[in-house]
């Protein structure tokens, strides 16, 4: 798994891997008398793939205790592991903005009622200033309309608290936000920009060179027999030496430079791409 489309997973394996995880994921499967639904076959196939070390820790005491997995645990080992827990960020920006939507609509028809009844009044004490006959009468009615003044003064004050807050809890979750968005296209074992970045970067750049007659250049790294140190020393060592390298690249790169990891474990592939709008 190499990337996420919103919060989806995305695979680069080839179709030969594919096919071997399937032989080894159904019989696995099957033993543990396990639906083959989509959240399922995806949890098992991160399993057989070894590539989710953590999933496969947290599978195995489950299988442990001999007991049938059921729907909520596989439901949690998807969303934990599969998802990279962005759902569960989701879920709660979402819930944050429902209830900030909520709570300012509320105080502004609360403030929207207490201006239409002061509006009344207002009225109303522009009436009695007409019909005032003595100092005494219009001094009530002064009175009256500082009161509903202070009132008024007060409410907007409040509202203004109100749409403070939500404005600090807002923008709190476009932190949120970009924090998920930055998890959508970063490659979660080495840091690099993903596979999906690749795609959507390389087409911003065609695009750029095409309309504004900007240059650009791709340079492609590959490491060779990575899948000897995989078979050789285990995918743990193989993950040592794909961050290593990653973070040689990312020590290389200038800011106008783009390093993503565009292939999988199973090929071995990590493409550096570097991005220009223009050179000589």
Known sequence: MTGFTSFLPSYDASPEQNAQYLRQTLPLM????????????????????????????DLDELLSLNQQLTTEQSVELYKKHVCNASIESFEKINRELQKILNDTTQSVGLASDKVSKAEASFNHSANELES?????????????????????????????????????????????????????????LTGLLNRRAFDDILAELLEKSSSEQGDFCLAILDLDHFKKINDTFGHLTGDKVLRYTAGIMKQKISDNHFAARYGGRGNGRHYAKYGFKRFS
């Open 30 to 57: 099957m033993k543990n008398n396990i639906s083959a639904d989509p959240i399922n076959y995806a949890i098992w196939y991160e399993y057989v793939s070894g590539n989710n070390v953590q999933l496969k820790k």
């Open 132 to 188: 005032a006959n003595s100092n005494d009468d219009i001094k009530s009615v002064l009175s009256q309309v500082l009161a509903e003044t202070k009132l008024l003064a007060e409410t907007s004050q409040v509202l203004k608290s109100k749409l403070d807050e939500a404005n600090e809890e807002m923008d709190q979750m476009r932190k949120e936000l970009t924090l998920v968005r930055e998890v959508a296209v970063t490659d979660a």
